[in-house]
């Protein structure tokens, strides 16, 4: 027997949700509750294959290509991380997390895009100000930061996961980083703070609702860490394909699934090596799950620094010849076909009964109902 997933979780209590929340529920949450369940099925329509060896016929159903879908990340992660090869250099990277305390979650959740961006520039300017103060390494860093909204419960925790170069550039020369220590936690923390704190204060967007908790935010010590550094560049692209395009859960943890129920693993934040189970009532497991549908069109995946996109290929190619690092090769344009071969070892054009004959082209399906809007990562 199958194990059950998000999509199949919506089909079954999903109507119920929806007619729950139908005053209140935003327009992205429905779209994202609707690709998912319909991935995958004749509603969005599809291709028939017959087999040249034995004859059977398959049917090939379309993805929904919604970036918080379980089942379609598998792509785009790795055609990410290919072309994410050629911004490696020969270095340390190290990864850093900043994160908010709970007095501002409700601010947050109520002012996602906007609050979500200050989240960015915070984090960034914290890293790149103090990367370039000569106390420091006094150097130009480079930046890659990922947006997470989520604890392995699904409760809501927006965070920022950034990986950061162990060096930089100073005028015309590369300043190295040691390799087991970037920058004091403390001297992350504290500037982190304030920059946070006086962009969501004087942003004219966002309600003023900080007066009263001001004076306890800035008393507080916000958590910030850094973790071990990566010391080679196929570490740190193997870290990222877990983070970049990760969802609140994966179809993987899901155990069982009834009426009374939904039951899921999650890790043990005090023993991150066990794993422990969680059962929530199917409503607020829905719940749980849209609080972390990302607004449409936000960008989740930013980079800063040397790796900003403005000056990205002219930053690195003047870091490589300063580190004698050959330039990188062009990666050649592969199809999704040839993808799956070389990343899972899967040949979708091979007869999955047999493995024998050829899968052939016979038809297209057409769409048994109008897809719904598709939101692209």
């Known amino acids: 027997m199958s194990t059950p997933t998000i999509a199949d979780i919506f089909r079954q209590f999903g109507p119920v949700y929806r007619d729950l929340y139908k005053e209140r529920m935003p327009v992205n949450h429905l779209r994202v509750m609707l690709a998912i369940q319909s991935c995958r099925t004749s509603a969005l329509g599809g291709h028939l294959y017959e087999c040249d060896h034995c004859g059977a016929q398959h049917y090939v159903f379309h993805s929904c290509r919604n970036r918080h879908c379980p089942t379609c990340q598998f792509l785009p992660t790795e055609r990410w991380l290919d072309s994410r090869k050629a911004d490696l250099l020969p270095i340390p990277y190290f990864h850093v997390v900043f994160t908010i305390p709970g007095e501002l979650h409700n601010l947050f959740r109520s002012n996602q895009r906007r609050c979500y961006s200050l989240l960015f520039r915070a984090a960034s300017q914290t890293l790149l100000t103090l990367a370039t103060d000569p106390k420091h390494l006094g150097a130009k860093i480079g930046i890659l930061a990922v947006l997470h909204t989520w604890t392995q419960t699904m409760a809501y925790h927006p965070h920022i996961h950034c990986i950061v170069t162990g060096g930089g550039l100073k005028g015309n020369q590369w300043v190295a980083a040691r390799n087991d220590f970037f920058l004091p936690v403390r001297v992350m923390s504290r500037p982190f703070r304030g920059k946070l704190l006086r962009l969501l204060q004087h942003d004219d967007d966002l309600p003023q609702i900080l007066s009263d908790q001001r004076s306890t935010l800035y008393q507080k010590e916000w958590v910030v860490y850094c973790k071990p550094s ?23 943890r899901i155990l069982t699934t009834d009426t009374d129920g939904i039951t899921f693993r999650y890790r043990d934040p005090v023993n991150p090596k066990t794993s422990r ?23 989740k995946i930013r980079y800063f620094g040397l790796l900003a996109n403005r000056s990205r290929k002219q930053l690195l190619k003047q870091c490589r010849r300063l580190l004698c690092v050959a330039p990188p090769q062009t990666p050649d344009e592969i199809t999704w076909h040839q993808l799956l071969i070389a990343k899972a070892g899967i040949d979708p054009t091979r007869c999955p009964i047999y493995s024998q004959g050829t899968l052939i082209f016979k038809a297209c399906l057409p769409s048994a109902e109008r897809a719904p809007p598709h939101i692209l990562a």
């Open 277 to 299: 189970v969680m059962r929530l009532h199917p409503l607020e497991f829905i719940r749980r799950f849209l609080t972390h549908v990302l607004p449409s069109r936000l960008v």
């Open 230 to 252: 990566f010391h080679k560049p196929q570490h740190v692209l193997a870290y990222l394909g877990r983070y970049t395009h990760r969802i609140a859960i994966a179809n993987s």
